[in-house]
């Protein structure tokens, strides 16, 4: 088993014939270091540089057509669709303040489901669901990685 050292690209630029997926949580995305095993079973190690944050899409390694990428796993969270600004600064400051990790979409905020932040939304007034669902989108921290922020990916092949 060759160690993977960094990512190929993603799905979208790389187009493959069929993909292989790693399952991932959000927090296992984070690791830059790991053994793991896809869906179709084939092992893999994984030791990519410092602060590499894995995205769902990202290709690992091809094995002939086969891509082998990053999946999100679905995870407990809760999802916010604040419906004016006024809202997004209140939900902004209140996961800020309790130190929760989230992502953003265009529309939404996702942070983990917990029972205080659910209490916190009830007293404020403010709507969420709570899904199973990945917890995925732009990371809120200001540690600005390559990786994570848009640069092309090395295409050589492992």
Do not use: K, Y
């Amino acid at each position: 088993m060759d160690v993977i050292t960094q990512v190929l690209g993603t799905l979208a630029e790389i187009q493959p014939g069929s993909t292989d997926s790693l399952v991932l949580t959000s927090e296992e995305r984070l690791s830059p270091h790991m053994v793991g095993c896809t869906t179709n079973g084939r092992q893999l190690r994984i030791s990519l540089p410092r602060s590499t944050e894995l995205l769902d899409g990202d290709v690992l390694a091809m094995d002939g057509e086969v891509a082998i990428v990053v999946a999100a796993a679905p995870e407990d969270v809760f999802v916010i669709s604040p419906e004016s600004h006024l809202a997004w600064g209140m939900v902004g400051f209140n996961l800020g303040n309790l130190h929760r990790p989230v992502r953003f979409t265009h529309t939404t905020i996702l942070t983990p489901a917990d029972p205080l932040v659910a209490d916190l939304f009830h007293r404020l007034g403010i709507a969420f669901d709570h899904r199973l669902t990945p917890f995925v989108g732009q990371r809120s921290n200001l540690q600005i990685n390559e990786h994570s922020h848009g640069h092309h990916h090395a295409h050589s092949h492992h």
